[in-house]
Structure formats: C-alpha cells, structure tokens
C-alpha cells in the first residue's frame, strides 16, 4: 500500500503527510496567507528561492497583433512542464509530484475549502505563483468545480488570477486535479479583455451575467462576466455540455475577480501543441501552449527557440490550437437560446 500511494492512486493523501505539510500562516484574506506563505517558503527553501532568483534572468520580446499583444519569455525553469509527457502512461510512470506524501520536505502549504492545499510553484511563471492541488489524487478536470474556482478567485482578491489547464492541453500534472494562481498585471489579456469583449459578439445576457464570443484576430474564445455565482455556474456547466460530452473537452480558463464581479475567458480548444512541437529536433520550438499563453505570455525553456521564435510562429499557433469561430459559435448560440 505504501508503494501504491508513492504514485498516487484515488483517495485522500494521508493523514500524517497532509499534517506534516499544513503551515499554520495567520491572515485577514486568503491573498494575505498566501503571501505570508511565500514569505516562509522563502526564507526556509533554497529550492524555493532559486526558482525565484531565476525569474530575474528571464529574457522577453512582444510582439503586436491589431490592439493586442503577446509576450515570448525565455524560460529555463519550465523545460519539465513544457514538456510533459501528453499520454497517461507516460504520466503513471512518474511519482505525483502534488501528493501530499511526495512533496520536498521543505514544502509547506495552506488548507483551502477544505478540499485544496495551497502551494508555492518553485518554477514559477508569476513573481508569486500558487499551486491549489487537491488533497485527493484524483484525475484532473472541471466539471463540478468551476464554482469552486469562482470562489477561490473572489477569496484571493483582485490581485490574483486563477488558471485551469485541461488535463489534455496544459496540465503537467493531468493525473491529479488542480489549479494555478499568480499576480494580477502579469498577463496582457487582463487589460485587453474589455476592449475584446467590446469588439466580440454579445451572445447572451441576463439577470448580470454576460456571455461574448471573441475574436481578437488570434484567438477565439468565450467570455463570461458577472456577480451572480449561481447563474455563472450553470451557464458555465451548459456550455461545458455544447461542448461535448464524455470525455472532457479541451480547455484553458482564467478567472479573476474584481468590484464588477467576475471575469472568465474560457478557451475552448481543437489541439495540445502546435504542428512546430513535434518537427525533428534541429527545427522544432518547445512552446506548448496552456493557459498562460492563452493569457498572452508565451514561455519556452530553450534560449534558442526564444531567439527563433517569430510573429508568424505565433499566428500558426494559435491558427492550429484554437477552435474556429464557427466551432466556437456552435458553443456559444447553443446558451443564447437557453439564458
């Protein structure tokens, strides 16, 4: 039995490991433990504080497309997540590294609604980046828990966002169900959804909500907005039915909350990398894009990819990853007929 829970089967981490982990980290909101977190982590793990110190070195470029803009970064510390292996033999064959009694015995982290363990990434993208990994190893995905989402959003405050990688575009971990969360500021498309959405197609509202479907000439994607968390919900739960049903769809999510309510760009998705992952070595760019990139910060671990990479790459990308807006309407005009 002890072997088995070292990979990570269905069920609660133990007790002692989740005992062992929890750090008692006091705070008004759960932003300010979280911060508090990452001060302690800081201070007691050299693993923790090299990841850091790495984002000083971190190179960027951006890149301009008609009103919005995507920035390339050149960073070594994700070369593990970039390239995770995409099938779950691959993934059964590795420890989970979000089991509680897998952690580095210098990790600690924060209980949240009582399902979730709050944990500073030591390869982080954000200047402060969280991991909410659930306490049970169980298959990444999320139906059922986007309101739990909404909710962990509202409790970090406006100075986080949350992120969601499908467990078939994005998670490096589609073994054992999670969120992201890093800084607000960090990502372009926080400032340039309202314009997007100004642009898009209002496809339906009510009762405080509103659900768009955008095409900002790179990516297509649906928007919902509003302060009503139930009515958020169960629309999010009928477009997730539009969009298939069995195996979960592929899908990226961002979610932040702010005085108006929630925001949540949904990215519906047609492929995990794009066709220029995959060529030989000497041509192939290690970009794979999540929801990071779909937030419009692009990340490769490869200097010479960082150098590589171009305008055009972009575009093909985003071309080959995304669903067209035909798919996308076939989503959305489904809910304009039920909200």
């Known amino acids: 039995m002890k072997n088995r829970q070292r990979r990570g089967v269905p069920g609660r981490a133990g007790d002692e490991a989740l005992v062992r982990v929890i750090a008692t980290i006091n705070g008004r909101t759960l932003a300010d433990r979280a911060r508090g977190l990452f001060e302690q982590q800081m201070a007691a793990w050299p693993g923790m504080r090299a990841g850091n110190a790495a984002l000083a070195n971190v190179a960027t470029k951006s890149f301009a497309f008609d009103g919005i803009s995507v920035r390339v970064e050149w960073n070594p510390g994700r070369l593990i997540s970039t390239t995770a292996p995409e099938d779950l033999s691959g993934v059964s064959r590795r420890p989970c590294f979000l089991c509680a009694t897998n952690l580095p015995p210098e990790q600690k982290g924060i209980r949240v609604a009582e399902e979730y363990l709050l944990l500073c990434n030591p390869y982080p993208i954000f200047r402060k980046h969280y991991t909410l990994a659930s306490t049970v190893h169980v298959p990444q995905g999320i139906d059922g828990r986007f309101g739990t989402m909404l909710d962990i959003a509202r409790e970090m405050t406006s100075e986080f966002v949350l992120l969601y990688n499908g467990p078939r575009c994005g998670a490096s971990a589609p073994d054992h169900h999670h969120f992201q969360c890093g800084e607000r500021g960090f990502l372009p498309i926080e400032s340039e959804l309202s314009s997007?959405?100004?642009?898009?197609?209002?496809?339906?509202?009510?009762?405080?909500?509103?659900?768009?479907?955008?095409?900002?000439?790179?990516?297509?994607?649906?928007?919902?907005?509003?302060?009503?968390?139930?009515?958020?919900?169960?629309?999010?739960?009928?477009?997730?039915?539009?969009?298939?049903?069995?195996?979960?769809?592929?899908?990226?999510?961002?979610?932040?909350?702010?005085?108006?309510?929630?925001?949540?760009?949904?990215?519906?998705?047609?492929?995990?990398?794009?066709?220029?992952?995959?060529?030989?070595?000497?041509?192939?760019?290690?970009?794979?894009?999540?929801?990071?990139?779909?937030?419009?910060?692009?990340?490769?671990?490869?200097?010479?990819?960082?150098?590589?990479?171009?305008?055009?790459?972009?575009?093909?990308?985003?071309?080959?990853?995304?669903?067209?807006?035909?798919?996308?309407?076939?989503?959305?005009?489904?809910?304009?007929?039920?909200?």
């Open 196 to 339: 997007s959405v100004s642009r898009g197609r209002k496809t339906a509202s009510a009762d405080g909500v509103q659900l768009s479907a955008v095409d900002d000439g790179l990516r297509r994607y649906m928007v919902l907005e509003g302060d009503d968390r139930d009515i958020l919900v169960r629309v999010f739960s009928r477009l997730r039915l539009a969009m298939g049903s069995g195996e979960e769809p592929m899908m990226n999510i961002l979610v932040w909350h702010d005085e108006r309510g929630w925001h949540a760009p949904i990215f519906p998705r047609k492929r995990h990398r794009p066709s220029f992952f995959s060529l030989p070595a000497e041509k192939n760019i290690l970009i794979s894009p999540a929801a990071t990139e779909c937030g419009g910060v692009c990340i490769t671990p490869r200097e010479r990819d960082f150098e590589r990479v171009t305008r055009e790459h972009l575009l093909l990308m985003f071309s080959e990853v995304m669903v067209t807006n035909a798919e996308l309407a076939s989503i959305t005009d489904h809910e304009r007929r039920i909200l």
